[in-house]
């Protein structure tokens, strides 16, 4: 299973990006979907999470300004991000609760991560 985060970029304070999270593999059944983030110098914090029938969860410092979703068809998550601040800088990591089938047709569960994509807010 892989998962391949995409649209982060430099963006001004006040601004907007989406981030899109796409899962790929032998998948079965995705569970709880992630965002996580983590600026220079700090440890990694959980952001936002939607369960497999949308229900969301946010960190409090990006309530009222950040959405997240998911495409349960297409096993992507996204999210909205509004009303950018700089303080908002960081790398996005999407990480997912996968159930998935091996090159053996087993079941494998696993926690997956993707890659990483950098969001960065200027001043």
């Known amino acids: 299973v892989q998962l391949q985060a995409s649209g982060g970029g430099l963006v001004q304070a006040g601004g907007s990006l989406r981030l899109s999270c796409a899962a790929s593999?032998?998948?079965?059944?995705?569970?709880?979907m992630n965002w996580y983030r983590q600026a220079p110098g700090k440890e990694r914090e959980l952001v936002a999470t939607i369960t497999a029938s949308g229900s969301t969860n946010y960190a409090d410092s990006v309530k009222g300004r950040f959405t997240i979703s998911r495409d349960n068809a297409k096993n992507t998550a996204y999210m909205q991000m509004n009303s950018l601040k700089p303080e908002d800088t960081a790398v996005y990591y999407c990480?997912?609760?996968?159930?998935?089938?091996?090159?053996?047709?087993?079941?494998?569960?696993?926690?997956?991560w993707g890659q990483g994509t950098l969001v960065t807010v200027s001043s």
């Open positions: 990480n997912a609760d996968v159930l998935s089938l091996s090159y053996a047709d087993e079941y494998v569960a696993q926690k997956a």
């Open positions: 593999g032998r998948i079965v059944r995705i569970d709880d």
